[in-house]
Nanobody, 115 residues
Framework: QVQLVESGGGLAQAGGSLRLSCAAS????????MGWYRQAPGKQRELVAR???????NYADSVKGRFTISRDNAKNTVYLQMNSLKPEDTGVYYC?????????WGQGTQVTVSS
């Protein structure tokens, strides 16, 4: 059974930084794309960033230049470095992993940015 466990959310002031981590555990033989999604109150879940490899990374336009996604394959972990945070970045951030042909989601971690 595969699990994705996020950590690193919390409260930040506008202009500040947070770093999210997502570790995959369980019966993992191959990991494809991993990504971060977020859901703000009253809104649909949206893609924030997605990484397949160093040369295959996608960002939402709203976070380009501020957020950086990376992964450590040896640790089965994906990170999201969030800089220059804005109040509109507030929401629950979910990790998503494509592992051995299946899609898994983490439980979510709250990020709140105050103005």
């Amino acid at each position: 059974q595969v699990q994705l466990v996020e950590s690193g959310g919390g409260l930040a002031q506008a202009g500040g930084s947070l770093r999210l981590s997502c570790a995959a555990s369980g019966s993992i033989f191959s990991i494809g794309a991993m990504g971060w999604y977020r859901q703000a109150p009253g809104k649909q879940r949206e893609l924030v960033a997605r990484i397949i490899s160093l040369s295959r990374i996608n960002y939402a336009d709203s976070v380009k230049g501020r957020f950086t996604i990376s992964r450590d394959n040896a640790k089965n972990t994906v990170y999201l470095q969030m800089n220059s945070l804005k109040p509109e970045d507030t929401g629950v951030y979910y990790c998503r992993g494509e592992i051995a042909g299946n899609v898994y989601w983490g439980q979510g971690t709250q990020v709140t940015v105050s103005s």
